[in-house]
T-cell receptor
């Protein structure tokens, strides 16, 4: 079945460092890909998405490109801030609209 | 526009007791999901409805969990009898169509003691 594998955390970075969180997927057909974020004490929020190959999703300085050839959707940000500290989830939505999540990666950004 | 509504927000029960959670999705959203999120893990899909039909319930522990969406709008998730390992946040989510954003409720926090 469809599944998502993402980089295990936790990840600790200094402010203004470059961030990459790896995500790869297994799916039949043409899934849509998502990154969700969960800030401390809050619910899941959509960060960005891409619905077809080579699409780039972007929001709040974060970017991810849908790479069909490598079945990947890595999350990147050029300069992280303390306020980016959260848990990040990679997810995919398959042909039946079934939404599957990765295990999550906890990011801590230190001043 | 109102978001996904869930209740109760918090529930503490003893093992072997039963509990029910309610969800009202965003108006017009045909697809409704129930997820279980155990602390420190990603959300695990329990069941997916399309209108009042079940699309996927492969990860629902059917010996103790049940869910229904009789009129294709709101939904209930029941656990009977509860086990200690059922302690988790139960998230309801909805979307209008494939590829669109899925919106989550605030979750129902269950503690089984």
């Amino acid at each position: 079945g469809n599944s998502v594998t993402q980089m295990e955390g936790p990840v600790t970075l200094s402010e203004e460092a470059f961030l990459t969180i790896n995500c790869t997927y297994t799916a039949t057909g043409y899934p849509s890909l998502f990154w969700y974020v969960q800030y401390p004490g809050e619910g899941l929020q959509l960060l960005l998405k891409a619905t077809k190959a080579d699409d780039k999703g972007s929001n709040k300085g974060f970017e991810a490109t849908y790479r069909k050839e490598t079945t990947s959707f890595h999350l990147e940000k050029g300069s992280v801030q303390v306020s980016d500290s959260a848990v990040y989830f990679c997810a995919l939505s398959g042909n039946n609209n079934d939404m599957r999540f990765g295990a999550g990666t906890r990011l801590t950004v230190k001043p | 526009e109102a978001g996904v509504a869930q209740s109760p927000r918090y529930k503490i029960i003893e093992k072997r007791q039963s509990v029910a959670f309610w969800c009202n999705p965003i108006s017009g959203h045909a697809t409704l999901y129930w997820y279980q999120q155990i602390l420190g893990q990603g959300p695990k899909l329990l069941i997916q409805f399309q209108n009042n039909g079940v699309v996927d319930d492969s990860q629902l522990p059917k010996d103790r969990f049940s869910a229904e969406r009789l009129k294709g709008v709101d939904s209930t998730l029941k656990i009977q009898p509860a086990k200690l390992e059922d302690s988790a946040v139960y998230l309801c989510a909805s979307t209008s169509q494939r590829g669109n954003t899925i919106y989550f409720g605030e979750g129902s926090w269950l503690t089984v003691v």
